[in-house]
């Protein structure tokens, strides 16, 4: 089992910064990806990045594609999000999850999920 806390979230104005961050405990060498997912309300979960653990290769969806950097502290066994140049649709809960995904893209693929933490871009 992998255990992971998302934490970071909060209020902020368009343009703003904001880092999120996911803690894993566990059997995390289980687990070769780790990603970051976000629920808008009414909405799909979306992806937004993920990290491959081994080689720290990444992929971006398009629409956080230059704004977001997900990044990795091996020794704290943290990964993070950072958030550049938010905008209100950025606006959703963030969720992070790891597994072995056979497409990284698909939430479904993941086996572990984290709780989620909210973040509210305001115009």
């Known amino acids: 089992q992998v255990q992971l806390v998302e934490s970071g979230g909060g209020l902020v104005q368009a343009g703003d910064s904001l880092t999120l961050s996911c803690a894993a405990s566990?059997?995390?060498?289980?687990?070769?990806?780790i990603s970051w997912f976000r629920q808008a309300p009414g909405k799909e979960r979306d992806f937004v990045a993920v990290?491959?653990?081994?080689?720290?290769?990444?992929y971006y969806a398009d629409s956080v594609k230059g704004r977001f950097t997900i990044s990795r502290d091996n020794a704290k066994n943290t990964v993070y999000l950072l958030m550049n140049n938010l905008k209100p649709e950025d606006t959703a809960v963030y969720y992070c999850a790891a597994g072995n995904a056979a497409n990284v893209r698909q939430g479904g693929d993941y086996d572990y999920w984290g709780q989620g933490t909210q973040v509210t871009v305001s115009s």
């Open positions: 990290m491959h653990k081994g080689g720290g290769w990444t």
């Open positions: 566990g059997r995390t060498d289980s687990t070769v990806f």
